[in-house]
């Protein structure tokens, strides 16, 4: 009687990133190649609890390297260990890592990969050392702040979007005389509004590393007035705060792993600057065009290689561990440490004194 194959899962948790897809890919097919078996499990952690899940092969997997999305479905509000149900119109919590477990098994399922960011990971860092699963992270999310990895996939594609919308705003502002700003994602780091400010050729960026002072930021303007440039391009992260103030929240969402919605960051501004200036002054809000559409060559590449690199932690035995790029090489760091601060732009760092050095005002 021939042996059972080995299984193993993957799910994708939290919010959509290009470049999930190629990871999935990669995943599946390394394990594929190496003679186990892999289940993709539906809409995240949900799926883990209700048993929504199903073998993969070659052809589930065909075509999708440059999709964005997730085929496998996915959701930033369902936590096994805080499981919301809907009861008499109000949500009521339960602990359902027992469920979690049993489809495990009841499967044969050896290991568990997890593509998410700071919330999935720290699931699935609780999932192994409360409940002994064997999990291996993979670290997404467009924001660039996870620690423990130089750059999370999805990253590249979120500032090359952005930069691209700052190249189009570029010409209403000139044309119109006009200050521009552009509002990106961005809660806690400003990763994004400084790539792409530097790439897109900014005047402004606003970070939430460095709180900003109004009078810095439209005397940048003024400055430009003086030298003969009639127009102004601001990039503001979403988590941009001015000087003694707070971040701009749109509203809160129960059961989310992030019920703070920030918004608005933008729009405050210009109106501020408008009010004080009489310039005309306009926002965009990039929003979820940063997280949508196929994925840059950059991203697809690294997705495939972090979908490997997980396999092959699997396949080794290497659990309770998330993949990493450091130094250009995909190594492994313990998944605990995840639960860390978050990876912040260094206001002391090389880029932001290269920006610096190129003219740019950072609003302190």
């Known amino acids: 009687m021939s042996q059972a194959k080995k299984r193993l899962a993957v799910l994708t948790g939290g919010g959509d990133c290009p470049g999930?897809?190629?990871?999935?890919r990669a995943v599946v097919k390394t394990a594929l190649n190496n003679g186990y078996e892999i289940f993709g499990i539906e809409n995240g952690f949900n799926g883990l609890v209700t048993g929504r899940m199903g073998l993969m092969d070659y052809k589930d997997v065909s075509g999708i390297l440059p999709r964005g999305g997730t085929i496998l479905g996915t959701t930033n509000r369902d936590n096994p260990f805080k499981f919301a149900v809907e009861e008499n119109g109000e949500l009521v919590y339960y602990d359902k890592r027992a469920e979690v477990l049993a489809n495990l098994e009841k499967h044969g399922i050896e290991a568990l990969v997890v593509i998410g960011g700071d919330g999935s990971l720290n699931i699935a860092a609780r999932l192994a050392k409360e409940c002994g699963i064997k999990v291996v992270g993979v670290p997404k999310t467009i924001d660039n702040d996870l620690p423990c990895t130089e750059r999370t996939f999805g990253f590249d594609t979120a500032m090359a979007m952005a930069t691209e919308a700052l190249d189009r705003i570029h010409t209403t502002a000139e044309s119109h005389h006009r200050v521009m700003a552009l509002e990106v994602m961005g809660r806690y780091a400003g990763w994004i509004a400084l790539h792409s400010g530097i790439a897109g050729g900014a005047d402004v960026i606003l970070i939430p590393e460095?709180?900003?002072?109004?009078n810095s930021v439209i005397g940048k303007i003024r400055a430009r007035q003086a030298a003969g440039k009639q127009f102004s391009i601001i990039v503001v992260a979403e988590g941009a705060r001015p000087v003694g103030g707070e971040m701009s929240i749109a509203?809160?969402?129960?059961g989310s792993f992030e019920p703070i919605r920030l918004g608005g960051a933008g729009e405050k501004l210009v109106r501020e600057i408008e009010e004080k200036t009489g310039i005309e002054s306009r926002c965009t809000v990039l929003g979820y065009l940063q997280r949508g559409g196929t994925p840059t060559p950059f991203d697809r590449v690294l997705s495939t290689r972090y979908g490997v690199a997980a396999a092959e932690?699997?396949?080794r035995k290497?659990?309770?561990v998330m993949v990493s790029l450091q130094n250009d090489k995909i190594v492994t760091e313990p998944i605990e440490k995840v639960a860390s601060e978050p990876r912040l732009v260094p206001v002391d760092s090389d880029i932001i004194r290269t920006g610096r050095q190129m003219g740019l005002c950072f609003g302190d």
């Open 210 to 214: 460095i709180p900003y002072s109004i």
């Open 20 to 24: 999930l897809n190629a990871v999935i």
């Open 318 to 320: 290497e659990y309770n």
């Open 313 to 315: 932690a699997c396949m």
């Open 251 to 254: 509203r809160m969402v129960k």
